[in-house]
């Protein structure tokens, strides 16, 4: 493997555009650059591990719209793909036009979220939008077709939102079996498929609503964000709007973890394909919706001890940060790193699993989401 | 014929500064951008088919983005403006 093939890219989704960031073996060097898409809201730039280099980004414009935009060498030129909804003309038909007279009362309004299939389907690709829609393409972004089962699901006009949205921000597929599926809506909660996407069921029994009248209802959690144990793809670690939990049994049940930390709000989780049994949180004030007692902090969460940790020092740091739902992300080396991006376009890492901090010396726009792509371990 | 100026954001999408164009409403005007320039589709009006709200058209300098919309007509119109509202930070 070249040293370039051994590269760290830093994936960073801000408020004013898309920076990769590339870093050394290490991870003590950085550059920052390409950048791309001045002045418009990245929500997330995705890598597809199947195919080294190509990036793909959700694109959004208050004014212009949403578009999937697709780079194909790690960012330095992008071009738009067929965006939902809205196929290039010559591409697609709008599929709203089979019925002009009834168009669609729920314009797209954003994209939020690119989930690359598991490695024997290296054409599917899976992204999820506001408001509650959830598409697959299986030739790598060119055409998407519509989940029908959840974006006409009989209780859609009765989904609401939360404050970014009617976001479907979460999509994980089993690496066992390309037709379980799980997505994760705000403020819906989380669903699982087992049959590719033709039905769902809800899956946020334990789950507290603090917002609703009704304490465990079966939809209605305002799920901020969930991802899957590195090892058994049979455990979650999500975090809610409602605390911090576990499940062991695919969502079936839910158990909250947070209560240990007092206040257990936030919107991140990460979990590390070499660090399994462990999920990195970042803990927010729930009402300022910044790091608690002023400082930056992470802490990890042990399922296998059932105990957290700590992993900064309240002096490392100090000031009161936002993250967004996709602000943390862990890379795949032998000793994961970890990195974290704020609201205030600080971007931390850690290069040894929390043992230690730094700060990329840069100063982004807000950043919405962080994601890595990396060597594997080995 | 209809002089239309297009926001130089908008060049992202196919056109530059301004075209000509002959139609009848903005709903016909903005149909025959889109034939023109297909990459235009969606980006001032939403799957809809209404006007983006960050969207602001102009007819003769006055302002039928949020009150007759697409249905504007354009009969004696002479000039367009399609610009993006002032918004953002």
Redesign the interface.
């Given at each position: 493997m070249t040293e370039r093939d051994r590269a760290v890219r830093i994936l960073v989704g801000t408020r004013k555009g898309a920076y990769v960031v590339t870093g050394d073996p290490k991870r003590q060097r950085w550059k920052v650059g390409p950048v791309a898409h001045g002045g418009k809201d990245v929500f997330q730039v995705a890598a597809d591990p199947r195919h080294p280099g190509e990036l793909y980004a959700a694109v959004n414009s208050d004014f212009w719209g949403p578009s999937v935009q697709k780079s194909r060498d790690w960012g330095k030129r992008w071009r738009e793909v067929a965006t939902p909804l809205t196929p290039l003309a010559k591409d697609r038909k709008n599929p709203f036009e089979e019925d002009p007279a009834h168009p669609s009362p729920r314009p797209l309004r954003n994209l939020w979220r690119f989930e690359p299939g598991l490695p024997e389907e290296p054409e599917v690709l899976y992204l999820g939008a506001d408001p509650h829609l959830l598409f697959r393409s299986r030739d790598r972004g060119a055409s998407w077709e519509p989940i029908d089962a959840i974006n006409k699901h009989p209780d859609h006009e009765k989904w609401s939102p939360g404050a970014g949205g009617a976001c479907l921000h979460t999509i994980l597929v089993d690496p066992r079996d390309p037709q379980r599926l799980y997505v994760g809506m705000s403020a819906v909660g989380t669903f699982r498929s087992e049959d590719g996407g033709l039905h769902w069921s809800p899956k946020n029994r334990g789950v507290e609503t603090p917002f609703l009248p009704e304490r465990f209802p079966e939809t209605g959690q305002c799920v901020h964000h969930v991802v899957a144990d590195a090892a058994d793809p049979d455990t979650f670690y999500r975090q809610d709007h409602g605390g911090m939990y576990v499940s062991h049994d695919r969502m079936d049940r839910w158990v909250r973890i947070g209560k240990p930390l007092g206040d257990d709000f936030g919107f991140c989780v990460a979990s590390a394909p070499t660090a399994p049994g462990r999920a990195f949180f970042v803990r927010l004030d729930g009402e300022a919706r910044t790091t608690g007692e002023g400082h930056f902090q992470v802490h990890e969460w042990n399922d296998r001890k059932r105990t957290w940790r700590k992993l900064l020092s309240p002096k490392e740091f100090p000031g009161h940060f936002g993250v967004h739902r996709e602000g943390i992300a862990t890379d795949a080396l032998e000793t994961p790193g970890i990195y974290v991006g704020t609201t205030t376009g600080q971007l931390f890492v850690s290069p040894d699993t929390g043992e230690s901090w730094q700060l990329v010396p840069y100063g982004f726009p807000g950043i919405h989401s962080v994601q890595v792509a990396s060597p594997t371990a080995g | 014929m209809l002089d239309v100026h297009l926001d130089r954001?908008?060049r992202d999408?196919g056109p530059r500064g301004h075209e000509s164009v002959e139609a009848d409403s903005v709903e016909h005007l903005l149909d025959a951008l889109?034939a023109r320039y297909?990459?235009l589709?969606?980006?001032?009006r939403?799957?809809?088919?209404?006007i983006?709200?960050?969207?602001r058209v102009f007819v003769d300098g006055e302002d039928v983005s949020a009150t007759t919309g697409v249905t504007t007509p354009l009969t004696g119109a002479r000039t367009i403006d399609i610009l993006?509202?002032v918004?953002?930070g």
């Open positions: - | 954001w908008l999408f889109e297909p990459r589709r969606f980006r001032i939403d799957e809809t088919g209404q983006r709200r960050y969207v993006h509202s918004a953002g």
